[in-house]
């Protein structure tokens, strides 16, 4: 049984109001911030450069800059990712117009040649956790600059570590018998990892790769998977991630909540870790898939799938100007083991992506991603009578999902 609901229009927003300069907004007013993992916030709105400033040149014309101190507590590799940025951003949308650089020095204007960033990065949320590392020494002083244009609100974490650094864990999911899943975990810190992926504190035989795929499951493959990721500088384990292999079909629950203007909010009850189609209709009829979701990851083209990530979740649907009935069902993928093996290329080009900082316009070719697959061996598609991957599958620009050759049902929905 489905549940339905009627949306009716919403307000249009209301227009914000104007913001005062941050008081870090001067070098010489820069926050200091101190500890070896912490977060902290800084927005652009309002904000200034100074004379003499450093200035990128990729980011066009930056007319903005804000400033944080920090003196390192011990030696060791720092990882500053960004964890957040509000919805109007220009990092949301996949175009990097601001960017944080770092500074080893104090010295850092100049009517000439002004200091140069030790590491720097461009703010992009298409980006797969996006972040920059450096080498700090223990008692040193370093400044952070955030530039730029916008007037975005971001967060940063900040951890001066020398083991590995986990910071997308593997994601507990539910899926039903015969279908396929894959699991994924993205590390920061020394280059290069190595990974070894685990079954219930056990080693999998040859899984060494920063994804694990699994087809054709059945109830002996549920339970606890976790990863190992090593470098140079020591190891870490991944927080579990539970396989649930279920029996039942329980039907998901929609209901309507309070939400923002311009938006419809509501509430999706189902099975932690399952995916949800989402459909609306004008006459409780014609029913097609909805595409009007907020996002923070932004692959085109856009999807009607929703993850439920704890068994309640809440998501938001722009007004679309036009009263629709809504209903959720479960999610079942054309060809279990094809679209599988399209997400394991989406995440291929996620990491080549990070790691290369290229344009989510790129379109990388099969040697660009196959260090990301075990042994360098990409998967093909089931129906494909070659046991080819450049045959089966077309993976496309960074910032969209790859293609299937062989059949055109066969397609990538569900959100990364």
């Known amino acids: 049984m489905k549940r339905i609901l009627l949306l009716g229009l919403a307000c249009a927003a209301l227009p914000c109001l104007g913001q005062a300069p941050p008081p870090n907004d001067n070098f010489s007013n820069r926050t200091v911030l101190t500890g070896s993992s912490f977060t902290f916030s800084g927005t652009l709105a309002g904000a200034t450069v100074e004379a003499y400033e450093p200035t990128w040149e990729f980011l066009g014309y930056p007319n903005r800059s804000v400033w944080w101190a920090w003196t390192a507590p011990q030696t060791s590799l720092v990882t500053l990712e960004m964890v957040g940025a509000s919805a109007d951003s220009a990092a949301a949308s996949g175009f990097q117009e601001d960017g944080l650089a770092v500074y080893d020095t104090t010295n850092i204007f100049g009517p000439i040649n002004p200091s140069q960033p030790i590491a720097q990065m461009g703010l992009d949320l298409s980006i797969l956790c996006d972040a920059v590392t450096f080498s700090a020494v223990a008692g040193s002083n370093y400044q952070f600059q955030l530039q730029g244009s916008s007037s975005t609100a971001y967060q940063f ?18 899926v039903s018998s015969n279908a396929s899943t894959l699991f994924t975990v993205v590390a920061e810190g020394y280059r290069p990892f190595s990974y070894q992926w685990q079954f219930a504190g056990t080693n999998l035989e040859g899984q060494t790769v920063a994804m694990l795929a699994l087809t054709n499951i059945d109830g002996s493959q549920a339970g606890s998977y976790s990863v190992v990721v090593t470098n140079l500088g020591g190891a870490v384990t991944s927080a579990p991630a539970v396989l649930l292999v279920s029996t039942s079909n329980v039907a998901p629950v929609l209901t309507s909540i309070s939400g923002q203007f311009g938006q419809f909010m509501f509430g999706l009850t189902g099975e932690v870790g399952r995916n949800y189609r989402i459909e609306s209709s004008a006459d409780l009829n014609d029913w097609t898939n909805e ?26 649907i722009s007004d679309g100007g036009s009263r629709k009935f809504l209903q959720a069902s479960r999610y079942q993928p054309a060809d279990e083991i094809c679209v599988n093996n399209l997400r394991q290329i989406r995440f291929a080009k996620a990491l080549l992506q990070r790691d290369s900082r290229s344009f989510r316009e790129s379109v990388p070719v099969w040697i660009d991603i196959a260090p990301y697959f075990l042994n360098g061996i990409g998967p093909y598609c089931p129906l494909s009578p070659f046991t080819n991957f450049a045959y089966s599958y077309f993976p496309g620009a960074l910032g969209t999902v790859p293609v299937c050759n062989i059949d055109p049902t066969h397609v990538l929905e569900e959100p990364q």
């Open 291 to 316: 595409y009007r979701f907020s996002r923070t990851v932004y692959v085109s083209p856009a999807t009607s799938v929703v993850f439920d990530t704890n068994g309640s979740s809440v998501f938001a």
């Open 157 to 174: 974490l900040l951890i001066a570590t020398n083991a590995p650094r986990i910071l997308q864990q593997p994601r507990s999911v539910t």
